[in-house]
């Protein structure tokens, strides 16, 4: 390889490749060093280094302040040199395509399918390839060898034998990217994407917001005749799409998520961030959806725990409260013995437990406070004698003498 020739080559990689000319001659330098060292000897003291004229490419080297001169340094320079400089090469150019698919972690790229394997879908992307992984692929899209496929880059990571690009289909954020792409309104953040919830390959909602009153957020994601969102279900190939309206309004918020079920009424728990919603009879299954997945995604989308109620259901729990908490009104005062007795046990501070209760719970276990501010509500009403009201008061009475008492 002549010296001119050598920056020649450096060149045209920088030119193909994008690899910075100063890394190459970097690398060249610090091989061509390399197996110098091998070949000559120096004193401990003095290390061998090789400079590469960028004009010329002549190559020099030095043990210290000395220059070196033999009739062998052409020789290892284009021999073993050779070698190590492809190496590095190979080494910058995995650098160049880590830090551009780096720098495109959160965007969807497109490819073609290059393989399947042990069900990942590689994918060309031409600088290198890329692996959708099974659990980030829709279990209803099929794709064939050669075919163009879009998806979200989740990571990128350094491995041996180059960089690892990951990609998904299955990612909320896949269909986020989408709309930015389709809706300009997006793109241009007078509509935002506030929550987007998803079963993939079977339904997904969205919820979006206009920062313009004069634009309809939900008009500008359907579009002119539902184009847009039409071309987005096509490359999900037929997943549903429900775009809701966000609303800070937390009831006309769970209503919307809801839909297309209709509500009668909803009962809000600002502090546990939980609803009952009631809906009529004929609605109840619309609202609950398929397998439970219409609430399960209004949940989700809201970031509230949502418990669905028919109008039968709601009044045959009511009344079954009234009952309960009119049982406890006119439950028998404990006689004399019976609050000796009742003083002396591990109950005695809670004031909602019976002496009768009290034997129940140490009948199945419930021997101590600990033990019983772990039970559930679920626990506790198959305890005869204790219906949800009661047993939710026993709780909470149990959970705050325990914090008073560890000063929590």
């Not at 050598?6 to 001659?25: A, F, M, S, T, Y």
């Not at 009424?265 to 600002?270: L, N, R």
Request: aromatic letters at 6%; hydrophobic letters at 40%; charged letters at 35%.
């Amino acid at each position: 390889m002549e010296t001119n020739e050598l920056i020649g080559i450096l060149e045209q990689l920088e030119r193909d490749k994008g690899i910075n000319k100063d890394v190459l001659i970097k690398a060249v330098e610090a091989a061509v060093a390399s197996a110098a060292k091998k070949l000559w000897t120096v004193g401990k003291e003095e290390d061998i280094r090789v400079v590469l004229d960028p004009k010329t490419g002549k190559l020099t080297a030095f043990a210290g302040t000395e220059e070196i001169r033999s009739s062998e340094f052409g020789r290892i320079a284009a021999q073993t040199a050779k070698q190590v400089v492809i190496q590095k090469i190979r080494e910058a150019e995995k650098d160049v395509i880590f830090t551009e698919f780096q720098e495109r972690m959160g965007q969807i790229i497109s490819g073609s399918v290059y393989r399947f394997d042990k069900g990942s879908i590689i994918v060309d992307l031409g600088k290198a390839e890329a692996c959708i992984p099974k659990k980030e692929q829709s279990p209803k899209e099929e794709f064939k060898q050669g075919d163009r496929i879009r998806a979200y880059v989740l990571d990128v990571g350094r491995e041996n034998r180059g960089s690892q690009v990951i990609l998904s289909r299955a990612h909320p954020n896949f269909i986020k990217r989408l709309f930015e792409m389709e809706v300009p309104e997006i793109y241009e953040g007078i509509v935002e994407i506030k929550a987007i919830s998803r079963d993939v390959g079977q339904r997904t909602k969205i919820a979006v917001y206009s920062k313009d009153e004069k634009v309809d957020c939900v008009g500008a994601c359907v579009g002119m005749r539902g184009t847009r969102v039409k071309n987005i279900v096509s490359e999900i190939q037929g997943e549903k799409i429900d775009i809701i309206r966000y609303s800070s309004d937390i009831k006309e918020y769970i209503q919307a998520a809801l839909s297309p079920a209709e509500i009668s009424q909803i009962q809000i728990g600002y502090e546990e961030k939980k609803a009952n919603i009631i809906v009529a009879d004929d609605q109840l299954s619309l609202a609950i959806g398929k397998n439970g997945q219409n609430v399960r995604l209004a949940s989700q989308l809201v970031g509230w725990d949502l418990d669905l109620y028919s109008f039968d259901q709601w009044k045959k729990m009511q009344d079954e409260i009234e009952a309960e908490e009119k049982e406890d009104s006119l439950e028998k005062p404990l006689d004399l013995g019976e609050k000796v007795e009742k003083a002396s046990g591990v109950f005695a501070e809670v004031s909602s437990i019976s002496l009768k209760v009290a034997e129940e719970l140490n009948k199945e276990g419930f021997d101590s406070l600990e033990k019983l501010s772990k039970a559930s509500l679920e626990d506790l009403t198959k305890i005869k004698g204790l219906g949800k009201i009661k047993a939710q008061k026993i709780i909470d009475e149990v959970q705050g003498l325990l914090n008073k008492n560890t000063g929590a």
